[in-house]
Structure formats: structure tokens, C-alpha cells
């Protein structure tokens, strides 16, 4: 299960960020919601039923279900992140934040939401409802769970312009994708960068600049080219986005026929991405690798 608690705080903190951006941003500007939520909102809309109770209601037959297949520790964790929705979407609702500019409404929302949930997902948990119905799915006909998740949403949407508009629709479509986005973020982290490949017979050349001139670390890779069967050395280095320029000037200026592939990267831990100004590096007993 958890072992450390700041997770199970993560979870109660993030399903208040969220609830707030729902009802904030959300349903105070009489938007919708992908998923269990934005069924939960429509009916908010149309029945006034309470999108706490609801939401909890909604998910309790398909907990009973993964219990069955997936054990104890999805549930227990899916569990108390459909509590947090349930209890602070309600406990929240007198936060209102109305505006004549649903665009901006959304933006919000989707920036909000998106924080909230990316605590949760962080954890390893999630907010049941849709995502629950997704992992059915794969397990049994081996669906992906992006297309059953987005399905879902498509569906939810639809019945939005049914019953509340086209605009409507758009705009909370505007802040589903700013949120996912923002999901993104939380997940992956800030610390973004580009992964660069170097083919080249001038290899150790590229390798000693990049060291001077960036401070980066490289690894040199052993490969056989398949066309020619060629032993080669190929250059790998993960860099900031803003080096990436510098890379494929020094690249350039060395050997103008090199083959550079640039790729994104997430997550970055190391020296040089989040060890910071570390006190061995300034007396020499860090060097790039």
C-alpha cells in the first residue's frame, strides 16, 4: 500500500484542488466535464442531484468489480480518490468564481482541475469512474485504455450539445485538453529536455566540445551500421532545450555530415538536472561522463 504518508496527503490535496476547480471554475460558469464527473455534472444541471453523491454512487458498482479483478491495493487506493472528489465537491460548492468570458472560465478550469488530478495520479491512484471502466476493458478484450478513456469523454460531450449546447460543449472541450495538458506536467515533471543521437566518424571531436563548451555529460554507444556493417560510436547526451541550438552548432562546425536525431525527454534526474551546484563538482570529483 502507502508507505509513505505525504501520498495519501497528495491524494486528500489534490481531490480539494480539484473539486475547487469543478465548481469554481466548472459548474459555476455552467460548463461540463469529461467522464463519471461530467455525467455527474449533467445531472447536476437537469435533476439537481448533489455531483458528490452521485459521483460516489456512480463508482461504487464498479469498485465491487475490480476488487473481483484487480485486488485490494487498486481499489483501496481508487477508493479514496473518488472519496476526496465525492466529499470535497460537495464541501466546496459555495465556491463559486461565475465570469461572462467562458473561454477563460475554461482556461482556468482546465489548469485547476489538471493540478489536482496530477497530484492523485502521481500517487499511483486514481478517481475511479472512467479510468476503472478503461482497465476492464484492456484486461478483458485487451482494449488501450487512451481510446476507452477518450471514447468516454466523446460520448459525455456529445450529450453535453444534446442538452446544453454547442458552445458549451467547445469551451469545456477547451478545458478537458488544458487539463490533460496539465496532467502532463505533473506527471512527467518539470524537468524537460532533449535527448540528442550523433552519428559520426568525428565522434570523440563532438564529444570533447560538448563537455568544454556545455558541461554535459555523454555517452558513447556501440553500434554496427546495418547497411554497411560498419563498427561505429554513437553520441548520446541529454541536454536543456535551450542547448539544443549549441549541440547542433558544434555538431555542424566539426563534421557537417554527422546524423543527429533530437527527441524529448521527461523526468530528468542527474547531475546537471537536479543535483544542482554540487560541492564535489567544484573540486573535481564529479566529471562528465
Not at 463519471?36 to 468489480?65: A, K, M, Q, W
Amino acid at each position: 500500500m502507502f508507505k509513505d504518508p505525504i501520498q495519501w496527503l497528495m491524494i486528500v490535496v489534490g481531490g480539494l484542488i480539484y473539486s475547487i476547480g469543478l465548481n469554481a471554475f466548472l459548474i459555476a460558469n455552467h460548463l461540463a466535464e469529461g467522464g463519471f464527473v461530467g455525467i455527474s455534472v449533467l445531472l447536476l444541471y437537469i435533476f439537481h442531484l448533489p455531483v458528490g453523491v452521485t459521483f460516489f454512487i456512480l463508482n461504487i458498482p464498479l469498485l465491487v468489480v475490480a476488487w473481483r479483478i484487480f485486488g485490494h491495493e487498486f481499489v483501496i487506493k481508487t477508493t479514496a480518490g473518488v472519496l476526496c472528489v465525492s466529499i470535497f465537491s460537495e464541501v466546496t460548492k459555495f465556491i463559486a468564481v461565475p465570469t461572462h468570458d467562458q473561454l477563460l472560465a475554461a482556461l482556468y478550469a482546465g489548469v485547476v482541475t489538471g493540478i489536482g488530478l496530477g497530484l492523485i495520479f502521481r500517487t499511483g491512484a486514481t478517481t475511479g469512474g472512467a479510468d476503472i471502466i478503461a482497465r476492464i476493458l484492456r484486461h478483458y478484450r485487451g482494449m488501450a485504455m487512451g481510446r476507452t478513456l477518450f471514447a468516454i469523454d466523446l460520448i459525455v460531450i456529445c450529450v453535453v450539445i444534446i442538452i446544453i449546447g454547442k458552445q458549451v460543449a467547445m469551451y469545456s472541450l477547451v478545458a478537458l485538453f488544458v487539463s490533460s495538458r496539465v496532467i502532463d506536467f505533473m506527471i512527467e515533471g518539470a524537468q524537460n529536455g532533449k535527448a540528442v543521437t550523433i552519428i559520426s566518424d568525428k565522434h570523440m571531436a563532438i564529444v570533447e566540445e560538448i563537455h568544454k563548451q556545455l558541461e554535459r555529460g555523454t555517452t558513447l554507444i556501440q553500434a554496427t551500421g546495418g547497411y554497411t556493417g560498419t563498427d561505429r560510436q554513437v553520441v548520446y547526451c541529454v541536454v536543456g532545450r535551450e542547448e539544443v541550438v549549441r549541440v547542433q552548432r558544434i555538431v555542424h562546425e566539426i563534421d557537417p555530415l554527422a546524423f543527429v536525431t533530437i527527441s524529448n525527454v521527461h523526468e530528468i534526474s542527474g547531475e546537471g538536472f537536479t543535483f544542482g551546484d554540487d560541492p564535489r563538482r567544484k573540486k573535481g570529483l564529479l566529471r562528465s561522463r
